[in-house]
């Protein structure tokens, strides 16, 4: 992805929703330099974060939804799934067909939102995680029937500039959303209950918290190497040793099936959001 191509193109861009999510990826890509503040447009309805977020990154404050869309080469839609439509039946009147909108939101389809509109409006559908904030985000992307290749690259450029990026067919994003988009938080819980247990085992709580953050972010970054994970973890694992006895525990727990019933559901519930907005359910 050659993200200097667009940098240079001065493309003013938009966000509606300036969430945890949004607001990651906003800041990752002013940090990356990918976007400059003044090609940037923001509104949230929540209007003294909007405030603060305009301020801290000197991005220009919206006063609207439709205001925002107003003159954008871009339109990123952080919302919640559970507010998409409200947002479109805003924006609706402003958008044109020469705009294109880029939708991160869970279970939320292509041809849903195309559908909506009425519009030949071209969609970009993401799937990226918070991740994103620090440039190690993982994105999927795809494009609805009226994006070009060009605005697909656009998109692909902006993801890039906060992490990797992988084109994807829509089918596989559901998956996507279960395995990347909540994975940090699987991630987080482990640390968590990580620094529980040295606590249990009468760390001081600085002290755990130190030897669990550390060791996770350890191993997180050897995971950069070619090597699998399953040889990295055999070189920690002696046999008979500390390691082997406790991954046999978790083996004997089923740890493994619990632990792929959980992303299991994660995607369920993706499918769920997905299957809602297709019949009407959400607030369309």
């Known amino acids: ?9 001065r493309m003013r861009v938009v966000f509606l929703g300036i969430g945890n999510m949004g607001s990651a990826l906003l800041a990752g890509a002013i940090k990356a330099q990918f ?7 923001a509104y949230d309805k929540e209007s003294e974060k909007l405030a603060q977020f305009c301020k801290e990154t000197n991005s220009i404050k919206a006063e609207s939804n439709l205001k925002a869309v107003q003159g954008a080469d871009y339109l990123f839609l952080c919302v919640k799934p559970q507010q998409m439509g409200e947002v479109l ?6 958008i044109t067909a020469q705009q294109c909108l880029v939708s991160i939101a869970a279970g939320i389809k292509t041809s849903d939102i195309e559908s909506f509109l009425e ?9 990226p995680n918070t ?6 985000g993982m994105t999927a992307i795809t494009k ?4 070009s290749q060009e605005q697909l690259k656009f998109a692909g450029s902006f993801f890039a500039s906060v992490g990797k990026v992988v084109v994807l067919e829509e089918t596989h994003f559901d998956a996507v959303t279960a395995v990347s988009g909540s994975g940090p938080a699987y991630f987080f819980y482990l640390t968590e209950i990580l620094e529980e247990a040295a606590k249990e085992l009468g760390l001081e ?3 755990a918290k130190i030897f669990s953050r550390q060791t996770c972010l350890g191993a997180a970054a050897m995971l950069q190497g070619s090597e699998d994970s399953k040889i990295l973890k055999e070189r920690v694992t002696s046999p008979g040793g500390t390691t082997e006895a406790a991954l046999n525990y978790l083996k004997e727990k089923n740890w493994q099936k619990v632990f792929k019933d959980a992303v299991r559901q994660a995607k369920e519930r993706s499918q769920e959001l997905s299957s809602k907005a297709k019949v009407g359910e959400i607030k369309w």
Do not use: F, Q, T
């Open 131 to 136: 991740p994103a904030l620090v440039g190690l």
């Open 89 to 94: 039946k805003e924006i609706g009147p402003g």
């Open 35 to 41: 976007l400059e503040s003044k090609n940037i447009v």
């Open 205 to 207: 709580s600085h002290d």
């Open 1 to 9: 992805w050659n993200r200097a191509v667009w940098v240079k193109s």
């Open 144 to 147: 609805g029937k009226n994006a």
């Open 119 to 127: 519009k030949p409006i071209p969609v970009v559908r993401a799937m």
